[in-house]
C-alpha cells in the first residue's frame, strides 16, 4: 500500500516535469551598449530580472546580440563583466555574439570608427575575451579560433529537445561561415539558433551590405549558411532599431524565424529583454519585449505568437541534404 502510494506520488511528479519541461522561455538581450555607458541600474535590472524568474519561467539559456558595451574601454567592459558575473554565481549559462562595439573598430572613449583599417580593427577583440574568456562560457563546446569567443559554438537540452547556439563576428569571413556549416552538419538533430549582430534591417529585410567595413553581408550568410541546412530554426539580431520578424523557408522545406530586437536609441534600451516563450506541445513561441526597469511589456509590433513552430525532438532522425 505504502509503496504503490509512493509510486504513484513519484508517477505523477515525473509527470508534471515533463509537462514543465516542454514550457520554456530564452531571454535575448538586445544591444546594452547606451545602458552600460550610461545607466547601470537599468542594465543590472534585466539581470537581477532572468535570475530572480530563472526557475518560474524555465530558463536554459540568455542570449546577447552583441554590442555589449558601448566604447573600446575598460570602463566598460567592467561593467558588464561584473554584470554578468551575477549570472556566474547563479549557474545561469549564456551565449554573447560580438558586435562591431564590442571590438577595437570603435574609439576608446567615443563609438566612432577609430583610427586605422575598420575591418582589421573589427577583428580586434582583445579585450572581449580578456573580460569573457571561454572559461565563463559554461555551455560553450567549441569555437573557430583557439581562445575566442568570436565565433563559438554552444548546447543545451530542455525537455525533448536539443539546441545548438552558433555565434557569428559582425559580418563574417568566409572561414567563420564554413565553419559554422560543419558544426551545424554535425550537430544534424538539435534545433539551431544563430546569433548574430547584424542581420535584418528597420524593415525587416535581410540586408545586402556588410556595413562598408565587414566582410560579407547578412544577405550572404543567409545563402551560403541560415537557409542550407534543415535544422535551422531562429536568427537573432541586433544593431539596428528596433524591433522586426521575418520568416522564410529554407532549401529542405523548414522554417527560419529571423527576429530583430535593438532599442539603444530609446531611452538608452529602456532595461528591455525579448522573451521568447516556447510551448512545445502547442508547437507555439510566444515573443514579447518586457522591461524589468519600468515593469512593462511593450504593446506594439515586437509582440507576436509563432505558430506551428517545429522542433526537432530527442530520438527525430532528419536526413540533411548536402
Not at 112 to 129: D, I, M, Y
Not at 139 to 157: L, P
Not at 236 to 256: F, I, P, R
Request: hydrophobic share 35%; with cysteine; glycine share 8%.
Amino acid at each position: 500500500m505504502i509503496t504503490r502510494f509512493f509510486l504513484a506520488v513519484l508517477t505523477g511528479v515525473a509527470t508534471m516535469a515533463s509537462v514543465y519541461a516542454q514550457k520554456f522561455t530564452i531571454p535575448v538581450f538586445p544591444d546594452t551598449q547606451s545602458e552600460v555607458g550610461s545607466n547601470h541600474a537599468m542594465f543590472n535590472s534585466r539581470i537581477k530580472w532572468v535570475i530572480d524568474h530563472k526557475d518560474s519561467l524555465n530558463i536554459p539559456m540568455v542570449l546577447h546580440v552583441g554590442d555589449v558595451v558601448n566604447f573600446d574601454n575598460y570602463d566598460h567592459f567592467e561593467v558588464a563583466s561584473k554584470g554578468f558575473d551575477q549570472f556566474d554565481a547563479h549557474h545561469i549559462p549564456y551565449a554573447i555574439t560580438l558586435g562591431n562595439h564590442d571590438t577595437e573598430a570603435v574609439g576608446f572613449n567615443s563609438g566612432s570608427a577609430a583610427p586605422g583599417n575598420v575591418n582589421q580593427n573589427l577583428r580586434k577583440t582583445h579585450k572581449f575575451n580578456a573580460y569573457f574568456p571561454v572559461s565563463r562560457f559554461t555551455h560553450q563546446r567549441g569555437r573557430y579560433e583557439a581562445d575566442k569567443s568570436d565565433n563559438a559554438y554552444y548546447t543545451f537540452k530542455v525537455g525533448l529537445t536539443n539546441w545548438l547556439v552558433i555565434s557569428l563576428e559582425f559580418c563574417p569571413r568566409m572561414g567563420p561561415i564554413n565553419w559554422a556549416g560543419d558544426i551545424i552538419k554535425e550537430y544534424f538533430n538539435y534545433n539551431v539558433i544563430i546569433l548574430t549582430h547584424y542581420h535584418l534591417t528597420t524593415k525587416g529585410e535581410i540586408d545586402t551590405r556588410n556595413a562598408g567595413y565587414g566582410d560579407f553581408s547578412p544577405q550572404v550568410v543567409y545563402d551560403r549558411l541560415v537557409k542550407k541546412y534543415a535544422n535551422v530554426r531562429f536568427v537573432l539580431s541586433g544593431h539596428v532599431m528596433s524591433s522586426a520578424l521575418k520568416v522564410d523557408t529554407g532549401e529542405q522545406g523548414n522554417k527560419v524565424y529571423q527576429i530583430l530586437q535593438n532599442y539603444q536609441n530609446e531611452d538608452l534600451g529602456g532595461g528591455y529583454i525579448r522573451l521568447l516563450s516556447f510551448d512545445m506541445d502547442k508547437k507555439t513561441v510566444s515573443a514579447s519585449m518586457y522591461s524589468p526597469f519600468y515593469k512593462k511589456t511593450k504593446e506594439d509590433t515586437s509582440r507576436f505568437v509563432l505558430e506551428g513552430v517545429d522542433l526537432i525532438k530527442q530520438g527525430e532522425e532528419r536526413a540533411l541534404k548536402r
